[in-house]
């Protein structure tokens, strides 16, 4: 039997930061208690089969809710499927939230993988993009994580946040290295409409490094991260040897996965499941979209996924799927410029043209 993912959605948060245009709120008791149950029930009445290698509770903040509620969804999801000895088993944290009591409850429940949503380790930046922690419980939080008997913990950081400095991101990337987690995770702030981010920055009330500061920020971050130990494996992704999240891996690798919870996705039997973004619709099982995918849909996934990480793509599956890349003109152009290369079957996106990929591949896609 195939081994799947599952995700599940906990779409509470204390507060909003001001960048954030994920599913998420600040709900009331009562939202919540029906929230949960619902959630409940839609992993008891889940009517796929199969292995689960990975689980992952994100968010939201999922440390802002309450301990007994995650351990019910943890609970369900056991009982309802058969998961692996050694799953990976991951929640999302935000440093303020992180009790050391908290981080050993989620251990003794079966959480073997923590991520830390960091950002930065500056106390005015953190309060300006809205976040509740400050550099000091990041310090704690993790140690915390560690006296609870996590080893495998990762931290978010932000690239191009404002008035960030290339100094500033290399700074809290050693402040984070010095404490020997195992995995950091780097993405680009993206300025959403929408969100009151999106209008001070309209407005010149905020200033945002431009895409080419923010590049040189990125390029910088790789180079430092791969002299201490963590390696790019993802576009956004770096870990120390033997410590990749496997449960992203399964989702570049274009693998089954189930989604639970508010605006969550599933992609099983070919077929894509998108929960309601709608609080009052999902707590009543309504406006579930599906969408089964052509062989065409399913190599352009392979391509855009595969190519984000250095697990490549296998050429031979996309032959099978219908299409041979080595017939794509721009293919045999990139093979001679080193832009791709390839190793038996497998085809991989030089790292030096990370900064670039989309462009890169939407010319490889048919």
Partial sequence: MNKIGIYVHIPFCESKCIYCDFA???????????YFE???SEIKNCKYKRNVSTIYVGGGTPSSVDVKDINNVLDAIFKKFDVV?????????NPNSATFEKLKEYREMGFNRISFGVQSLHDETLKLIGRRHNCKQVFEA??????????NISADLMIGLPEQSEEDLISDAEKLVNLNITHISAYMLQVEEKTPLFEKVESREIIVPNEDECVKMYEALVEFLAKNGLNRYEISNFSREGWNSQHNMNYWKLGEYLGFGLAAHSFINSTR????RNMQDYINRKGIVKEKIDDKEHVVELIMLGLRCNAG??????????????????FKKFIKEGIIKQEKN??????????????IICDLIP
């Fill in 24 to 34: 998420s709120s600040v709900c009331n008791l009562e939202t919540k208690q029906k």
């Fill in 313 to 330: 793509v296998d050429t031979e599956k996309l032959i099978k799927l219908g299409y041979d890349i080595k017939n794509n003109a721009y």
């Fill in 273 to 276: 499941i998108a929960n309601s």
């Fill in 38 to 40: 619902s959630l409940i």
């Fill in 85 to 93: 000895d050694n799953a990976e088993i991951t929640i999302e944290c």
């Fill in 346 to 359: 497998i085809i991989y996106l030089n790292p030096e043209y990370y900064g670039v990929s989309n462009t």
């Fill in 142 to 151: 993790i140690e915390n994580a560690k006296r609870a008997g996590f080893e």
